[in-house]
Nanobody, 125 residues
Framework: QVQLVESGGGLVQPGGSLRLSCAAS????????MGWFRQAPGKEREFVAA????????RYPDSVKGRFTVSRENAKNTVYLQMNSLKPEDTAAYYC??????????????????WGQGTEVTVSS
């Protein structure tokens, strides 16, 4: 069974930065496409970033493109989300997820098989 544990969330002022980490155990992390999603209260889960198992192709929605960067270290079974120029609308619970089929770089949450418990990010002055 794959377990994913996020960390690095917290309170940050607008314009600030945070780096989220997601540590995986079990399974074969190096063969999974990894994604980040977020969900704000009363809103649907939203795709934030994804990275192919090879560390090559990445995808972002327009809402975070140029501000967020996803990366991974397969040797450490860890995926990261560097978030810069944070805005109040980035406030949400952030989840990492693993796609064990990895046929591409999926943006739909239904493509992901394993999920972490989430870490809270609050952007406020």
């Amino acid at each position: 069974q794959v377990q994913l544990v996020e960390s690095g969330g917290g309170l940050v002022q607008p314009g600030g930065s945070l780096r989220l980490s997601c540590a995986a155990s079990g399974g074969t992390f190096s063969r999974y496409t990894m994604g980040w999603f977020r969900q704000a209260p009363g809103k649907e889960r939203e795709f934030v970033a994804a990275i192919h198992w090879s560390g090559g192709p990445t995808r972002y929605p327009d809402s975070v493109k140029g501000r967020f960067t996803v990366s991974r270290e397969n040797a450490k079974n860890t995926v990261y989300l560097q978030m810069n120029s944070l805005k109040p609308e980035d406030t949400a619970a952030y989840y990492c997820a693993a796609d064990r089929r990895s046929s591409g770089v999926a943006t739909m949450y239904v493509a992901y098989d394993y999920w972490g418990q989430g870490t809270e990010v609050t952007v406020s002055s």
